[in-house]
C-alpha cells in the first residue's frame, strides 16, 4: 500500500490495480449501507421537522396517535442513530480498513448484504412499533426489546471482517492513526450495546439506576462509537487529500488512548443531584470534563496539519465536510464539559442543551466526517463521478446553516431554562410560563430541521443516482470550484 | 449492479482514474505539541478534579446528596440545611429569614428603612416590634389605604400584596423573625405554628385597613417562643 515517491511506474501502477480490485471487493456492501443510511436519514429528518413543530403547536394533525410528540421524537432519534449512524459508519469503517490494510474482501459478501438487510428490517419493524404507541421508553432503546439480539449479530457479522481484515495486514508505520478507531469502534459498539441491553431489559429491579446505566448508554455510544468512526475519517482523509502527513504521531495515539480510557465513564451525571449514588454522578462529570483532553489532542493535530492547507477545503467536497465535522468536534467536547461540570451542569441539566450535545456530536461531527468519506468513497465504486457541483454545495450549506442553528439555538435555550428555573426570582412562576419562553427557540430548531431535511433530499437523490450508475463519465473529479486545466491539482 | 453493467466498462483508464489520481497514504510526522497546548490540557484536569472531592459523597453507595455524608458530616456549602442542624432555632430563623427578606427589601430596603411618602420602614416601627398579631395579619393577608407608621403617613397605590397564600408558615414565619430583631429592633420570635394559628383563623381574600386591624395593635398570637428574646421557659427546655 505505501508508495515512496521512488517507485518505479510499474509498481505505482501494481499498486493502483490492487486499490481499484479492493474499492471493487467491498463496493455492493458499502453502496448497500450507504443507500439505505440516506433513506433512514431522510425519514429522520422529516420526523424531526415534524416533532420540532409538535413542541410549538400541539394541535398540529391534533387526533393522529401515531405522530404524537412522545413517539416522533424517539423515531426520529432511533432512525437518526440506528438507521443512519451506524449504517454509514459500518460502510465507512469497512472500507477505510480495507484500504488501509490492502486487504481485499474475500468471502462472505452475501452474508454482509444478509446481515444489512435483516438491520433494515429489525429497524423498520422498531421503528413502526414506536409509531404504534410501543416503545420501551428507554431513550436511543425505545424500539420493542426483540431488536436488539437481531441488530447485534448483524453488526457483529460486519465488524468480525472489519477486524480480521486488520489482523492481516501489513502494517507500514502509521498504520494506526486511523485504523485503531476503526477497529476500536468494532469491539466497543457490541459491548456497549450488549452492557445496557442486558442491564436494562434482563435485570429486575434496577429502579432509577436504570435511568443512569440509559445516560451511559448514550454517552458510550457516541463517544466510543460515533466518535472514533469521526476522528478516524478525519485521520484517514485529511493528510489522503492535502498530500500533508498527520503532524504528530505522538498525538494521534495520546488522543486515541485517552478517548479509549475515559470515554465509557460518563454519561451519569445526566443526573447529578439526583437519587443515584453521588460518586456515579461525580465520576460521569469529572469525565465528561477529562474529555476535553483527547479531543483536545485530536483537534490540535488537525490544526498543526491543516496549518496554511486550507485551500483545499474551497475545492474538494470531501476535505470540506470532513473539515467542517473536525470543526464540530471541538465543540460536542465543550458543549459536553459544559453540561458535565457541576457548576454549568446545574443550571443546563434536564435543559435542551442536552439534545444540543445529541445534534452536535451525532450530525455536526459525525455525520459531516461520513458526509465527506461518502463523497469520496463512492466515486471509486460506482465508476462514475458526482453528477453537479450545486447539489454538493446546497448539501453542505443547508448541513452547516442547519446544524450549528440547532446547536447554538438549543444551547442558549438550555442556558435560559436552566437559569430561569433555579432564579429565586421566578418563585411565582408556573412551569408552563418556562416552557413558553423556550418556543422561539423550537420555532428555530424546526426551521433547521427543515433546512437540514432540504439538504438530505438533495444527497439522497445525487447518492441514487450515482449508485444506479447515472453519474458523470469522466476522468477528472467533481470539485466544487473548477480549475480550467482538468489536470491540476486532484484533490477530490 | 456490477461495473461490467455499464457499456464503456472496458474503458480500463477511465474506471480507474479516481484511484490513480489518488495521493500516496504519507506516515505521520513527529512535530512537537506547543506547550501552551500542555498547559491548557492541565487546566482540564484540575477542573475536572474538581468534580470529583466532597461531589462524590464519600464513595459510598448509600448516599445520593454529595452534601450530605454518610457519617452525618456537614453539608460544605454556606447557609444549607446541613449547617442549620447545630443552630438554636432563632439563629436558624435569623439565618433562613434574611435570604427570605430579599423579597420585601424589593419595597421596604435593605435596611429597612423603607421610602418616604411610599414604603413605610420596618427599622423601628411599631408595626414590627409590637403585637405579633397584627404583624402576621398584613403580611398574609396584605394591607391597603393610608397608614402612619413613627408618625409619617404613607400610602402606596394598591398598597401590600398579601404574601400567605405564596409563602409556607415556616418561611413567613422566619422572615417576621428576622425583621423583628434586626436593625435594632427586638422581638419575640415568631413560629411557624404562630403563622398557621392565624392562617387558620382568619380566611380573608381582601386586603386590611389600618382601621381593621387596629384591634390586634398590641395583641400577641399565642405560643411556645422556643428560643431568643423572651423565650417561654417550657420551650427553653425543649
Same mark, same amino acid.
Given at each position: 500500500m505505501q508508495t515512496t515517491p521512488d517507485t518505479s511506474e510499474t509498481d505505482l501502477k501494481a499498486d493502483n490495480l490492487r486499490r481499484a480490485a479492493i474499492d471493487k471487493s467491498v463496493k455492493a456492501p458499502v453502496l448497500f449501507l450507504f443507500t439505505n443510511g440516506a433513506f433512514w436519514l431522510m425519514l429522520s429528518t422529516i420526523l424531526g421537522v415534524l416533532a420540532a413543530i409538535k413542541l410549538v403547536?400541539?394541535? *398540529?394533525? #391534533? /387526533?393522529?396517535?401515531?405522530?404524537s410528540y412522545g413517539r416522533l421524537q424517539p423515531a426520529h432519534i432511533n432512525a437518526l442513530v440506528y438507521g443512519w449512524g451506524v449504517q454509514a459508519a459500518l460502510g465507512v469503517m469497512l472500507w477505510i480498513m480495507a484500504r488501509r490494510s490492502g486487504q481485499e474482501l474475500k468471502s462472505g459478501k452475501s452474508l454482509l448484504i444478509t446481515a444489512g438487510v435483516f438491520w433494515n428490517i429489525t429497524i423498520t419493524v422498531g421503528i413502526l412499533a414506536v409509531l404504534m404507541g410501543k416503545s420501551t421508553s428507554i431513550e436511543w432503546l425505545e424500539m420493542p426489546e426483540f431488536t436488539w439480539p437481531i441488530l447485534l449479530v448483524c453488526f457483529l457479522c460486519y465488524a468480525w471482517p472489519i477486524a480480521r481484515m486488520f489482523g492481516r495486514a501489513i502494517r507500514p508505520? /502509521? *498504520?494506526?492513526?486511523?485504523t485503531w478507531y476503526i477497529l476500536g469502534a468494532c469491539f466497543w459498539f457490541p459491548w456497549i450495546f450488549i452492557t445496557a441491553n442486558v442491564a436494562l431489559h434482563c435485570l429486575p429491579g434496577l429502579g432509577a439506576l436504570g435511568a443512569g446505566i440509559d445516560a451511559w448508554y448514550i454517552h458510550a455510544v457516541i463517544l466510543l462509537f460515533f466518535v472514533p468512526v469521526g476522528v478516524g475519517c478525519a485521520y484517514y482523509f485529511i493528510p489522503k487529500i492535502? /498530500?500533508?502527513?498527520?503532524?504528530?504521531a505522538q498525538l494521534a495515539s495520546a488522543g486515541f488512548w485517552t478517548l479509549a480510557i475515559l470515554g465509557g465513564w460518563t454519561g451519569m451525571q445526566k443526573y447529578m443531584g439526583g437519587p443515584l449514588p453521588a460518586w456515579m454522578t461525580a465520576i460521569g462529570a469529572a469525565t465528561g470534563v477529562l474529555l476535553l483532553i483527547p479531543v483536545g489532542l485530536v483537534g490540535l493535530n488537525h490544526h498543526l496539519t491543516a496549518l496554511g492547507k486550507h485551500s483545499a477545503v474551497a475545492t474538494s467536497p470531501t476535505l470540506r465536510f470532513v473539515f467542517f465535522g473536525a470543526l464540530f468536534y471541538p465543540v460536542s467536547g465543550l458543549v459536553l464539559a459544559m453540561n458535565s461540570a457541576f457548576w454549568t451542569g446545574s443550571g443546563l441539566q434536564f435543559t435542551q442543551s442536552w439534545y444540543s450535545f445529541q445534534v452536535v456530536s451525532l450530525y455536526g461531527f459525525f455525520s459531516m466526517s461520513v458526509f465527506g468519506a461518502i463523497y469520496y468513497i463512492v466515486p471509486r465504486l460506482s465508476g462514475c463521478e458526482w453528477l453537479s457541483v450545486r447539489l454538493i454545495r446546497n448539501h453542505f450549506w443547508f448541513s452547516v446553516y442547519g446544524i450549528s442553528t440547532i446547536v447554538i439555538m438549543s444551547l442558549v435555550a438550555g442556558w435560559q431554562q436552566g437559569a430561569d428555573m433555579n432564579n429565586?426570582?421566578?418563585? #411565582?412562576?408556573?412551569f408552563m410560563n418556562h416552557v413558553l419562553n423556550s418556543r422561539p427557540y423550537v420555532v428555530s430548531r424546526a426551521v433547521a430541521w427543515a433546512l437540514i431535511s432540504f439538504s438530505n433530499l438533495m444527497f439522497l437523490l445525487h447518492l441514487l443516482l450515482m449508485v444506479v450508475g447515472l453519474g458523470r463519465r469522466s476522468s477528472a473529479p467533481t470539485l466544487l470550484y473548477s480549475h480550467h486545466d482538468e489536470h491540476a491539482p486532484a484533490h477530490a | 449492479m456490477s461495473a461490467n453493467a455499464h457499456p464503456d466498462s472496458t474503458d480500463l483508464d477511465r474506471i480507474h482514474s479516481a484511484v490513480k489520481r489518488e495521493k500516496a497514504d504519507l506516515p505521520p510526522e513527529s512535530q512537537p505539541a506547543p506547550l501552551w497546548a500542555t498547559f491548557l490540557l492541565m487546566l482540564v484536569a484540575i477542573v475536572a478534579g474538581g468534580q470529583l472531592g466532597p461531589m462524590a459523597g464519600g464513595w459510598s453507595f448509600d448516599v445520593s446528596n454529595p452534601f450530605s455524608i454518610a457519617a452525618g458530616g456537614m453539608d460544605p456549602r454556606p447557609g444549607a440545611d446541613g449547617a442549620g442542624a447545630t443552630l438554636d432555632p432563632f439563629a436558624l430563623a435569623m439565618k433562613k429569614g434574611a435570604s427570605g427578606y430579599a423579597i420585601c427589601g424589593g419595597c421596604h430596603q435593605g435596611n429597612g428603612a423603607g421610602l418616604p411618602g411610599q414604603f413605610p420602614p420596618l427599622a423601628g416601627s411599631e408595626w414590627v416590634t409590637g403585637g405579633t398579631e397584627r404583624l402576621i395579619r398584613v403580611v398574609q393577608h396584605g394591607l391597603v389605604g393610608a397608614i402612619t407608621v413613627k408618625g409619617q403617613g404613607y400610602n402606596t397605590p394598591g398598597g401590600m400584596q398579601p404574601f400567605g397564600a405564596a409563602m409556607s408558615s415556616q418561611d413567613l414565619a422566619n422572615v417576621l423573625t428576622y425583621i423583628r430583631n434586626t436593625w435594632g429592633n427586638e422581638g419575640t420570635m415568631i413560629t411557624k405554628e404562630m403563622v398557621q394559628k392565624v392562617r387558620d383563623e382568619e380566611k380573608r381574600a381582601t386586603q386590611w385597613t389600618e382601621a381593621e386591624l387596629q384591634p390586634f395593635a398590641d395583641k400577641n398570637v399565642e405560643g411556645e417562643i422556643p428560643a431568643g428574646p423572651g423565650a417561654t421557659a417550657a420551650a427553653a427546655a425543649k
Amino acid at each position: 500500500m505505501q508508495t515512496t515517491p521512488d517507485t518505479s511506474e510499474t509498481d505505482l501502477k501494481a499498486d493502483n490495480l490492487r486499490r481499484a480490485a479492493i474499492d471493487k471487493s467491498v463496493k455492493a456492501p458499502v453502496l448497500f449501507l450507504f443507500t439505505n443510511g440516506a433513506f433512514w436519514l431522510m425519514l429522520s429528518t422529516i420526523l424531526g421537522v415534524l416533532a420540532a413543530i409538535k413542541l410549538v403547536e400541539p394541535s *398540529f394533525l #391534533d /387526533g393522529c396517535p401515531y405522530i404524537s410528540y412522545g413517539r416522533l421524537q424517539p423515531a426520529h432519534i432511533n432512525a437518526l442513530v440506528y438507521g443512519w449512524g451506524v449504517q454509514a459508519a459500518l460502510g465507512v469503517m469497512l472500507w477505510i480498513m480495507a484500504r488501509r490494510s490492502g486487504q481485499e474482501l474475500k468471502s462472505g459478501k452475501s452474508l454482509l448484504i444478509t446481515a444489512g438487510v435483516f438491520w433494515n428490517i429489525t429497524i423498520t419493524v422498531g421503528i413502526l412499533a414506536v409509531l404504534m404507541g410501543k416503545s420501551t421508553s428507554i431513550e436511543w432503546l425505545e424500539m420493542p426489546e426483540f431488536t436488539w439480539p437481531i441488530l447485534l449479530v448483524c453488526f457483529l457479522c460486519y465488524a468480525w471482517p472489519i477486524a480480521r481484515m486488520f489482523g492481516r495486514a501489513i502494517r507500514p508505520e /502509521g *498504520f494506526m492513526v486511523s485504523t485503531w478507531y476503526i477497529l476500536g469502534a468494532c469491539f466497543w459498539f457490541p459491548w456497549i450495546f450488549i452492557t445496557a441491553n442486558v442491564a436494562l431489559h434482563c435485570l429486575p429491579g434496577l429502579g432509577a439506576l436504570g435511568a443512569g446505566i440509559d445516560a451511559w448508554y448514550i454517552h458510550a455510544v457516541i463517544l466510543l462509537f460515533f466518535v472514533p468512526v469521526g476522528v478516524g475519517c478525519a485521520y484517514y482523509f485529511i493528510p489522503k487529500i492535502t /498530500g500533508q502527513p498527520i503532524a504528530s504521531a505522538q498525538l494521534a495515539s495520546a488522543g486515541f488512548w485517552t478517548l479509549a480510557i475515559l470515554g465509557g465513564w460518563t454519561g451519569m451525571q445526566k443526573y447529578m443531584g439526583g437519587p443515584l449514588p453521588a460518586w456515579m454522578t461525580a465520576i460521569g462529570a469529572a469525565t465528561g470534563v477529562l474529555l476535553l483532553i483527547p479531543v483536545g489532542l485530536v483537534g490540535l493535530n488537525h490544526h498543526l496539519t491543516a496549518l496554511g492547507k486550507h485551500s483545499a477545503v474551497a475545492t474538494s467536497p470531501t476535505l470540506r465536510f470532513v473539515f467542517f465535522g473536525a470543526l464540530f468536534y471541538p465543540v460536542s467536547g465543550l458543549v459536553l464539559a459544559m453540561n458535565s461540570a457541576f457548576w454549568t451542569g446545574s443550571g443546563l441539566q434536564f435543559t435542551q442543551s442536552w439534545y444540543s450535545f445529541q445534534v452536535v456530536s451525532l450530525y455536526g461531527f459525525f455525520s459531516m466526517s461520513v458526509f465527506g468519506a461518502i463523497y469520496y468513497i463512492v466515486p471509486r465504486l460506482s465508476g462514475c463521478e458526482w453528477l453537479s457541483v450545486r447539489l454538493i454545495r446546497n448539501h453542505f450549506w443547508f448541513s452547516v446553516y442547519g446544524i450549528s442553528t440547532i446547536v447554538i439555538m438549543s444551547l442558549v435555550a438550555g442556558w435560559q431554562q436552566g437559569a430561569d428555573m433555579n432564579n429565586p426570582e421566578h418563585w #411565582d412562576q408556573n412551569f408552563m410560563n418556562h416552557v413558553l419562553n423556550s418556543r422561539p427557540y423550537v420555532v428555530s430548531r424546526a426551521v433547521a430541521w427543515a433546512l437540514i431535511s432540504f439538504s438530505n433530499l438533495m444527497f439522497l437523490l445525487h447518492l441514487l443516482l450515482m449508485v444506479v450508475g447515472l453519474g458523470r463519465r469522466s476522468s477528472a473529479p467533481t470539485l466544487l470550484y473548477s480549475h480550467h486545466d482538468e489536470h491540476a491539482p486532484a484533490h477530490a | 449492479m456490477s461495473a461490467n453493467a455499464h457499456p464503456d466498462s472496458t474503458d480500463l483508464d477511465r474506471i480507474h482514474s479516481a484511484v490513480k489520481r489518488e495521493k500516496a497514504d504519507l506516515p505521520p510526522e513527529s512535530q512537537p505539541a506547543p506547550l501552551w497546548a500542555t498547559f491548557l490540557l492541565m487546566l482540564v484536569a484540575i477542573v475536572a478534579g474538581g468534580q470529583l472531592g466532597p461531589m462524590a459523597g464519600g464513595w459510598s453507595f448509600d448516599v445520593s446528596n454529595p452534601f450530605s455524608i454518610a457519617a452525618g458530616g456537614m453539608d460544605p456549602r454556606p447557609g444549607a440545611d446541613g449547617a442549620g442542624a447545630t443552630l438554636d432555632p432563632f439563629a436558624l430563623a435569623m439565618k433562613k429569614g434574611a435570604s427570605g427578606y430579599a423579597i420585601c427589601g424589593g419595597c421596604h430596603q435593605g435596611n429597612g428603612a423603607g421610602l418616604p411618602g411610599q414604603f413605610p420602614p420596618l427599622a423601628g416601627s411599631e408595626w414590627v416590634t409590637g403585637g405579633t398579631e397584627r404583624l402576621i395579619r398584613v403580611v398574609q393577608h396584605g394591607l391597603v389605604g393610608a397608614i402612619t407608621v413613627k408618625g409619617q403617613g404613607y400610602n402606596t397605590p394598591g398598597g401590600m400584596q398579601p404574601f400567605g397564600a405564596a409563602m409556607s408558615s415556616q418561611d413567613l414565619a422566619n422572615v417576621l423573625t428576622y425583621i423583628r430583631n434586626t436593625w435594632g429592633n427586638e422581638g419575640t420570635m415568631i413560629t411557624k405554628e404562630m403563622v398557621q394559628k392565624v392562617r387558620d383563623e382568619e380566611k380573608r381574600a381582601t386586603q386590611w385597613t389600618e382601621a381593621e386591624l387596629q384591634p390586634f395593635a398590641d395583641k400577641n398570637v399565642e405560643g411556645e417562643i422556643p428560643a431568643g428574646p423572651g423565650a417561654t421557659a417550657a420551650a427553653a427546655a425543649k
